[in-house]
């Protein structure tokens, strides 16, 4: 990636007898270049050395994606609602700089709890209502809302210093090192990933290795491994506010970015009558919502598929 590209990668090893590990890969989608594609950053990060090495003898036994609420403190919503709460990652608690997220989803869980069961048992002294309006103060009096106000700066200093990677590290390393978060400024996130998106031509194309089929592979034997299933006769859930957009902006200016952003190959363009034309493919999807969050017009619509159905993974 780039130096304006945010991202990073995890490794974790399983206990067991055979060796196994979770390797994943984090690249964020307010990128600029149309012809970024994150699933191949992936595959060419595995053939650094120090990766290379570390797969060597390895078996690729599942595949997975999954956009994250990675906005940080400064996108935090109104977490309560009449009969439900937002806890966890759906509430944005991740913590970006670590790429962790389990402790507070942990944490969130509890306390969304007790707060329900004081507000049922009519202990929190609010008004009786719908909504546990006690959770968010609660929640405001926890570990997870000073963790992440103490690094709500480290994410949004890379677009504020305007140096990238590099000014997100130099801030990283000057300012929180020594104030851990206590510095009386908070950066403010001030644009949509969809809208950082250049025209084509402003950019260039990125050429990416070829797959080896050992380390790095191609993305729909990829997909193949999600277990994703959708009934061939049921309504798509993936439709387009208006189906000439694909065609009139997203290729001709932008060269149909949402052929490269999707983990799953479900957007794909085929020539009809010489014509690029946006074709669907729904039974692909992983649901890893990154379409609703990156398409540059806004005009794709993602709803529950019939069934709750989709991907089915297997120890992840």
């Not at 130096?3 to 974790?12: A, K, Q």
């Not at 060419?44 to 999954?66: E, I, M, S, T």
Request: net charge neutral; with cysteine.
């Amino acid at each position: 990636m780039s130096n304006g590209n945010y991202g990073g990668y995890f490794i974790y090893h399983y206990a067991g007898e055979s060796p196994l590990i979770a390797f994943g890969f984090v690249m964020g989608l307010d990128y600029e270049n149309p012809y970024q594609n994150p699933y191949k950053e992936f595959q060419r990060l595995k053939q650094h050395p120090h990766f290379d090495r570390l797969l060597d003898g390895g078996n690729r036994v599942a595949y997975g994606a999954r956009a994250l609420a990675e906005g940080g403190y400064q996108s935090i919503p109104k977490l309560t609602m009449p009969g439900g709460l937002l806890v966890g990652c759906t509430a944005g608690f991740l913590n970006v700089p670590k790429i962790k997220g389990v402790h507070n989803a942990l944490r969130s869980g509890r306390i969304a709890a007790e707060s329900v069961y004081k507000h049922i048992c009519g202990d929190d002294n609010s008004e009786k209502s719908q909504e546990v309006l006690s959770y968010p103060v609660a929640l405001k009096n926890s570990p997870v809302w000073k963790e992440l106000y103490d690094v709500r700066n480290i994410r949004p200093s890379m677009d504020a210093l305007g140096l990238g990677m590099f000014g997100c590290v130099l801030y990283t390393g000057l300012i929180w090192y020594f104030l851990r978060g206590k510095e009386p400024w908070t950066f403010k996130l001030k644009e949509a990933d969809y809208s950082r998106l250049k025209p084509a031509k402003k950019c260039k194309s990125i050429p990416y290795p070829t797959p080896d089929g050992k380390k790095s592979f191609d993305l729909l034997t990829s997909v193949a491994l999600t277990g994703t299933n959708h009934d061939a006769n049921e309504p798509s859930h993936l439709t387009l506010y208006d189906d000439t957009i694909p065609e009139t902006v997203n290729f001709p200016i932008y060269d149909g970015p949402e052929q490269r952003f999707c983990p799953a190959g479900v957007y794909e363009y085929v020539s009809i009558d010489g014509k690029p034309t946006l074709q669907i493919n729904a039974a692909n999807c992983i649901h890893c919502k990154t379409c609703d969050i990156k398409d540059v017009s806004q005009n794709i619509n993602w709803v529950n598929p019939q069934g709750g159905e989709g991907p089915a993974y297997d120890g992840m």
